[in-house]
């Protein structure tokens, strides 16, 4: 286990600066997503932190040493990639091996840590097995058992589970969570999908455009997001967001409703009122009402997507409602779990 210290870096493909001054500090045993759409930074950071990736500026440390200049093997890492990367000629105990036989390691001592890394994995029945004979699920825990065989400081993840299905990435999620509190090891773990870095990490690195929007835990992105980009993009259906105007009288939204300034918050002239889909209330006194066009029910919610003011609003209702498309639904806006933001630069207010 170790600590990883990512200073002001910076990457640049000739005169293109696609990474601007990036910091991050990831303590020793930490589970660390970085999260973000497609061409965002985050695989290139990490490919930067295995040494795959040459850093243009800036420092990037493991366990207090500077690594920048140091060979990929030299760092004392190990990476699992989106692919699997196993060599379909070998068994699963060589694929978990092979990392130690080419490091030269003794035979008796290669097979106890395979078998110790199996047995965490639940794949001793499957060491004989080669991986044409495996399902994805399996392959991507003997591509995580090659990586433990190695007893690394740091754990890098290459968005593992996007090439699994639904139901198998909702298991692996936990596996590798469970893995980590089994382990206490450092994991830095690349993906786009928001729903798996709110459900494993215990610090999420937000990242847009090069650039690291926000750092916190997944409750402290999901409740107190620092700006538009990371309110819309953590919480799964997205936050509305409507435009506002406070007045004299509250917060006048998208000229149909106006509300109560939340407690604790403080704003004037335009702004960007945020609401959660799950804290739009159906009914209540002040209720106006939304147009109804899509209705979801999923069984244990109800997502319903409307129309208020000419805006698209999407609400989750925990009960089962009985509406139907182009029916009228009257909703309430005012909450305490409200968020607003500058209208023009989208910085919390």
């Known amino acids: 286990m170790a600590s990883v210290q990512i200073s002001n870096v910076k990457k640049s493909y000739g005169a293109v600066e696609i990474m601007h001054g990036v910091d991050v500090p990831i303590g020793d045993g930490e589970f660390v997503i970085l999260v973000g759409p497609s061409g965002c930074g985050k695989s290139t950071l990490l490919r930067m932190i295995a040494g795959l990736e040459v850093v243009t500026s800036g420092d990037i440390s493991i366990d207090g040493k500077r690594v920048n200049d140091l060979e990929p093997k030299d760092r004392d890492i190990a990476m699992v990639f989106q692919n699997y990367a196993l060599y379909p000629q070998m068994t699963v105990a060589q694929n978990m091996g092979f990392a130690l036989e080419i490091a030269g390691r003794p035979k008796a001592e290669i097979k106890a840590e395979v078998e110790k890394a199996a047995e965490i994995l639940s794949l001793t029945p499957l060491l004989a097995r080669k991986p044409a004979q495996l399902s994805g699920g399996q392959r991507q825990r003997v591509a995580m058992g090659r990586a433990i065989v190695r007893n690394p400081k740091v754990f890098l993840f290459d968005e593992p589970l996007s090439n699994l299905d639904a139901k198998l990435r909702v298991k692996m999620r936990a596996e590798i969570k469970a893995l980590h509190q089994r382990l206490g090891s450092t994991i830095v773990y690349v993906t786009h999908d928001q729903i798996e870095a709110m459900t ?45 105007k406070v007045t004299a009288d509250g917060i006048s939204i998208a000229g149909v409703a106006t509300v109560p300034m939340p407690a604790g918050l403080s704003a004037s002239g335009e702004v960007s009122y945020g609401l959660r889909p799950d804290h739009v209330t159906i009914g209540g006194q002040d209720a106006v009402s939304a147009d109804v066009l899509v209705v979801e029910p999923t069984g244990s919610e109800t997502h319903i997507t409307a129309t208020l003011g000419g805006h698209e609003i999407m609400i989750v209702s925990r009960d089962r409602v009985d509406i139907a498309p182009g029916s009228k639904l009257p909703v309430s806006l005012a909450s305490e779990h409200a968020h607003l933001f500058d209208a023009v630069s989208g910085r919390r207010l």
């Open 200 to 244: 494993m990490a215990d610090k999420i690195v937000v990242m847009n455009a090069g650039r690291v929007e926000q750092i916190g835990t997944p409750l402290e992105l999901y409740d107190r997001p620092a700006n538009l980009f990371v309110a819309t993009f953590m919480g799964s259906p997205a936050m509305n967001i409507l435009p506002a």
